[in-house]
Nanobody
Framework: QVQLVESGGGLVQPGGSLRLSCAAS????????MGWYRQAPGNERELVAS???????NYADSVKGRFTISRDDAKNTVYLQMNSLKPEDTGVYFC??????????????WGQGTQVTVSS
């Protein structure tokens, strides 16, 4: 069983920075692509950034150049460094672990989410 625990959210002024962390339990982290998603009130959940086992990254156009995703396999942790934050970055940020490329019989897993609010 996999558990994902996000941390690092909070209230920050526009232009500020936050670093989100997502710690995973279990054996699947090193076999999985990891992603950060966000959901604003009234909106669908959207992909913010993802990173593969080989550390290839992908970003939503709205965060390119401002956000950086990284992973530490020794710590079973994925990070999202968020700089130059804007009010439209506000939302609940969810961590996703997806091992299905290597283990298609598995499920993907979600964390409980961490709130990020960008406001003056």
């Amino acid at each position: 069983q996999v558990q994902l625990v996000e941390s690092g959210g909070g209230l920050v002024q526009p232009g500020g920075s936050l670093r989100l962390s997502c710690a995973a339990s279990g054996r699947l982290f090193r076999l999985a692509a990891m992603g950060w998603y966000r959901q604003a009130p009234g909106n669908e959940r959207e992909l913010v950034a993802s990173i593969t086992i080989g550390r290839s990254t992908n970003y939503a156009d709205s965060v390119k150049g401002r956000f950086t995703i990284s992973r530490d396999d020794a710590k079973n942790t994925v990070y999202l460094q968020m700089n130059s934050l804007k009010p439209e970055d506000t939302g609940v940020y969810f961590c996703n672990l997806d091992p299905r490329k290597l283990q298609p019989w598995e499920s993907d897993y979600w964390g409980q989410g961490t709130q990020v609010t960008v406001s003056s």
